[in-house]
């Protein structure tokens, strides 16, 4: 089978049938690899460019063949969807891009930022006078990635100055990649991301979410090499990223070897796959991430169900995408193509599996019920610790019932409900749950991870509200936690709660009394240093008495904040 001729690309309306065949026979020369072009493909190049009153432009591997042959606009060139880069996402793409330019300038801002988004080995251009003539040419290329600016531009030269030893610039330049790429790998066996936030949030709002995102991302055993932000007034739906700063993202991701790509908020599948396609590198936003997290940490039945059937209400949306190259195959108006069976089937199956999950989840949730109906009955009473992300709920449940449940200083390091046994020293048991940590923005397809919590919330008598003291965004942390309670279809707001401030111990004086001040009816303990305890079982004492009282809405107005015993 013959290969395929190739054919010049994009604005070739109104060519002339001897202007195309001169366009074609630009695929058959061989540029040098040392020196820019040769006279004669300059001249050729400049007479064909102003004949035409377009711009042209020539994709050259390395070995100096044409590529691909583009003709634009008099002002621009647009540039196709290139083919995948060589294996490698630290590596240049072993092209460059030699085009025309109608007027005197040389290198444009516009041709940069396709060198950088593209990852170029080099842009050229050269000038074209009024008659047709080659007049000068200038070169713009990156430089090794220890330098402060990323890229070189160099001066113009006259166009029959043609000495420029590109290859040995750009294997000099990939070189020096390599050699930090090979020290990453001796050094470093973690997946390397790089956090982006393109957001109508301010930059400190940002930098914060930012370091949820970086927290989470350490969780799931990624090592995070850098951060992008930008504040837009409106987030595009299609790329999210403009040109220039998509430039910005890519020459940061080969600068810091980064191999994946993680945005704080959810990507619609366009701008996932658009991405994808861009970067040529894995990306996945936060909702994704959290999945990760929570199919990597499930460890009972219920809690690898909840993350399966999450991961398929993610994943399905995003499945047309994943079988592009099929779609095209689809026949005409009311065919079906393979690639529509393809794809149909696939949704099909995660439709039926999903089926089975959720019926699976409902015998496990009628079970559950069993259990709460026998805590009925022996009147044993329950308290639920609710609260953020690694808020220290499994540290304060370990030291109320002298328990060893994993607790690490990581986000939903308890993501499966447990419960243990507490006794006063009047002997009357009573069952203490901890519960998943909640996270601000919860992603719709997560909701379901999180309903056998609010279950578990719902069939307490009190509720205590676990926050981290210590960190800096603890009132946006209990506003969250209050806003997901809040939309639960349970009346969670009528239950006894106490609000209590966690590692207190950790913060300083001027800190304590901010939060004094801000939150007067919380109490500060610290579950590892056991403070405020005494203060802590007396206020469960009478939350569980007036949970069986009528007068559950005065609790949370009943007592200032006192300050922390020990």
Same mark, same amino acid.
């Given at each position: ?30 540029? !040098?690899?040392? +020196? ?20 042209? =432009? ?16 008099? &002002? ?11 294996? /490698? ?57 220890? $330098? ?5 531009? #160099? ?15 750009? #294997? ?9 790429? #090979?020290?990453?790998?001796?050094? +470093? ?25 970086? $927290? ?34 890519? %020459? ?24 994808? +396609? ?60 393979? /690639? ?13 599996? $999903? ?23 022996? +009147? ?36 499966? !409900? ?7 020293? #009047? ?21 379901? %991870? ?26 946006? @942390? ?37 939060? &004094?001040?801000?939150? !007067? ?10 403070? =405020? ?14 949970? @069986? ?18």
């Amino acid at each position: 089978m013959e290969s395929a001729i190739p054919k010049p690309e994009g604005n070739l309306q109104g060519i002339k049938p001897s202007q195309l065949a001169a366009l074609t026979r630009l695929f058959n020369r061989r540029f !040098p690899a040392k +020196d820019v072009y040769t006279l004669e493909q300059a001249r050729e190049l400049a007479l064909l460019s102003r004949s035409l009153g377009r711009q042209i =432009g020539l994709f050259l591997d390395r070995k100096g063949r044409v590529f691909k042959v583009l003709v634009g606009s008099p &002002a621009a060139l647009f540039i196709p969807e290139l083919p995948r880069s060589r294996s /490698g996402v630290e590596r240049l793409r072993g092209l460059r891009l030699l085009h025309t330019h109608l007027g005197p300038e040389g290198v444009s801002t516009e041709d940069i930022m396709d060198m950088l988004a593209l990852r170029l080995d080099a842009v050229i251009t050269l000038t074209v006078d009024q008659d047709g003539f080659p007049d000068q040419w200038q070169a713009a290329h990156l430089l090794p990635l220890s $330098a402060e600016k990323p890229w070189r531009l #160099e001066d113009s030269r006259k166009w029959d100055r043609t000495e420029i030893h590109l290859i040995d610039i750009i #294997e000099n330049i990939e070189s020096e990649i390599a050699n930090r790429s #090979e020290n990453n790998i001796k050094t +470093d066996i973690l997946q390397r991301a790089l956090l982006v936030s393109i957001d109508t949030a301010s930059h400190p709002t940002q930098e914060r979410n930012l370091n949820e995102l970086a $927290a989470l991302a350490g969780t799931a055993g990624v090592r995070v090499v850098g951060r992008v932000t930008q504040r837009v007034p409106h987030v595009a739906p299609g790329m999210i990223l403009g040109k220039g700063k998509l430039a910005e993202l890519e %020459i940061t991701a080969l600068q810091t070897q980064a191999t994946t790509l993680i945005f704080d908020g959810e990507l619609t599948p366009a701008q996932l796959h658009n991405l994808a +396609d861009s970067t040529e590198r894995e990306v996945m936003d936060r909702t994704q991430l959290i999945l990760n997290i929570f199919a990597r940490h499930a460890t009972t039945r219920t809690g690898k169900l909840q993350v399966e059937l999450a991961q398929l209400r993610y994943l399905s949306p995003r499945l047309a995408g994943r079988h592009k190259n099929m779609d095209s195959l689809m026949g005409g108006i009311g065919g079906r193509g393979p /690639g529509e069976t393809k794809l149909e089937t696939e949704r099909r199956r995660f439709r039926e599996r $999903a089926a089975r999950i959720r019926g699976e989840l409902e015998r496990i949730t009628r079970r559950h019920l069993v259990t709460k109906r026998r805590r009925i009955r022996n +009147d044993m009473p329950v308290i639920a610790l609710v609260g953020y992300t690694n808020a220290g709920k499994t540290s304060l449940l370990n030291t109320l019932t002298q328990s060893d449940c994993l607790a690490e200083n990581k986000l939903f390091a308890t993501l499966d !409900p447990t419960t243990r046994r507490l006794r006063f020293p #009047e002997e009357r048991p009573f069952i203490v749950a901890d519960t998943v940590g909640f996270i601000r923005n919860l992603p719709k397809d997560l909701k379901e %991870i999180f309903k056998v919590t609010l279950e578990e919330l719902h069939g307490a008598d009190m509720l205590l509200h676990v926050a981290d003291a210590s960190h800096p965004d603890v009132l946006q @942390q209990i506003a969250a936690v209050e806003d997901i309670l809040a939309e639960s279809e349970t009346e969670l707001g009528n239950k006894p709660t106490l609000l209590l401030l966690n590692k207190w111990d950790a913060l300083k004086p001027a800190g304590k009394a901010e939060l &004094a001040d801000r939150l !007067p009816r919380a109490l500060p303990i610290s579950a590892v240093l056991k403070e =405020g305890f005494a203060a802590l079982l007396e206020e469960i004492d009478y939350g569980l008495a007036l949970a @069986q009282s009528t007068a559950q809405r005065s609790f949370l107005s009943r007592r200032p904040l006192r300050e922390a015993h020990g």
